[in-house]
């Protein structure tokens, strides 16, 4: 199993930019693959943007270009930098860990709120 803390969440207004953050409690580099999901209210949870431990990115259609994923892999964290957030940006954030290792887990952190402004 592996703890995920995230923080970085707010209010911002359209066309701003936030930066998430997750604390994993072990190694980033252990961990097959790593992502962020979001679900606004009413919705269900949905796919933002993974990393994977060989360096693979990839993003859903939606925040292309304009959302990064990364890590640091000293502080054993990862990223998503938000720009030109858009309203329909809204939603709980939430960071999420996956691997076999040393048993298969499947781990998500609290979330943590971003709201977007019109």
């Known amino acids: 199993q592996v703890q995920l803390v995230e923080s970085g969440g707010g209010f911002v207004q359209a066309g701003g930019s936030l930066r998430l953050s997750c604390v994993v409690s072990r190694s980033i580099s252990s961990i097959a693959v790593m992502g962020w999901y979001r679900q606004a209210a009413g919705n269900q949870r949905e796919f933002v943007a993974g990393l994977t431990s060989g360096g693979s990115t990839g993003y859903a259609d939606s925040v292309k270009g304009r959302f990064t994923i990364s890590s640091d892999s000293a502080k054993n964290t990862l990223f998503l930098q938000m720009n030109n957030l858009k309203s329909e940006d809204t939603a709980v954030y939430y960071c999420?860990?996956?691997?076999?290792?040393?048993?298969?887990?499947?781990?998500w952190g609290q979330g943590t709120q971003v709201t977007v402004s019109s």
């Open positions: 999420n860990g996956k691997g076999l290792f040393p048993s298969r887990y499947d781990s």
